[in-house]
Every structure is written in structure tokens, then in C-alpha cells.
């Protein structure tokens, strides 16, 4: 009868002493040595916090990235070829540095139409991040982006809305 007492009671103790050195699991994960680390989500425009660990608003967040070069491509190029591809009839593109909003119309499957664009376009220029949609709604907000643009619309106001209409893009959108 004492052996097992015994047996079970060191059991518990081996127990108890592997817990305590492999820590209580409570750590976050996205955390290592004390430094944060951040983990990207699905959709990176969400992401409002910066390599630093720290939040941040959007538009800034986007401005801190890499830029790609301004002369390589402009917006109506953009929409040019989005709206050679099949199944799309019309579209409009909107761009800051680092974001490109299109909208398309389409006929047929609106997501395997936006995949299509969505392909074609990151393959021509992987520089950019691109926000896809075939939403009439989205679509009109993009072209009142577009016509506020071109009447010398203020950068940051122009970041800005571009960053609002990325997320509402991306939340509605299927990504590949």
C-alpha cells in the first residue's frame, strides 16, 4: 500500500516539476524572447501594426513600406489591362505607391472574374498590392476617388481613402 502512495505521489511531483519547466502556456503566441514579433493576417491592409510592435494608423503604416517606382505604371494603365481580360467590360483603377483599388464591371462569375484580374495584374507588376472588386457600390466609391484625384485631391486624404476602400475591398473580396 505505501509503494503505490509512493508511486503516485511522485508521479505527481514528476508532473508538477515538467510544468514548471515547460511554463504555464500562457505566453502569446506571437511573442519570442520578449520581443513581439508580428504575424501577418489574411488580409494584410487589416494589419494595423507596424514591424516595431507598435499600433499604428493605416496611412502611415502604407507610407513606411517599400515604394514602388511612380513612372513604371499609371491608373489608366492599370484599367487598360484589367479590362482586356475576359469576361470584364469596363474598369476603373485608382493607385497611391503601394495600393491599386479596380473596380470591373463584369458578365459571368464576378470571383473568377476578379481572380483573373487580380492574376494578370500581380503577375505584370507584383509590386503593388491589388484590391480587386465587380460591386457596383465599390465601384462608384472608386470612381469618386478617381474624379477627386484628378482635381488635385491632397495625398494624404487620397492615402487615406484608398486605404479605407482596400479594406472594405478585401473584406468583401476573395483573395487568392
Known amino acids: ?34 520581443k513581439r514579433t508580428v504575424k501577418q493576417n489574411a488580409i494584410k491592409p487589416l494589419n494595423r501594426i507596424s514591424p516595431d510592435g507598435k499600433a499604428m494608423p ?9 515604394k514602388p517606382s511612380p513612372s513604371r505604371i499609371n491608373h489608366e494603365q492599370l484599367a487598360r489591362i484589367a479590362a482586356g481580360v475576359s469576361g470584364v467590360n469596363h474598369a476603373i483603377a485608382v493607385m497611391n505607391e503601394t495600393d491599386v483599388l479596380v473596380g470591373i464591371e463584369v458578365t459571368g462569375n464576378k470571383r ?7 492574376s494578370t495584374l500581380s503577375r505584370q507588376y507584383p509590386e503593388y498590392r491589388y484590391h480587386i472588386t465587380a460591386s ?8 469618386a476617388v478617381g474624379n477627386r484625384q484628378g482635381k488635385g485631391y ?20 476573395v483573395r487568392p
Open 1 to 34: 500500500m505505501k509503494r503505490h502512495i509512493r508511486s503516485a505521489l511522485s508521479l505527481v511531483i514528476l508532473a508538477g516539476a515538467l510544468a514548471m519547466a515547460g511554463g504555464c502556456g500562457n505566453e502569446p503566441d506571437d511573442y519570442s524572447y520578449g
Open 58 to 66: 493605416h496611412d502611415q503604416m502604407r507610407s513606411s513600406e517599400a
Open 112 to 118: 473568377i472574374v476578379e481572380k483573373r484580374v487580380m
Open 136 to 143: 457596383d457600390e465599390l465601384r462608384e466609391r472608386i470612381k
Open 154 to 173: 491632397r495625398p494624404y486624404m487620397l492615402n487615406q481613402d484608398i486605404g479605407v476602400l482596400a479594406d472594405a475591398i478585401d473584406v468583401s473580396s
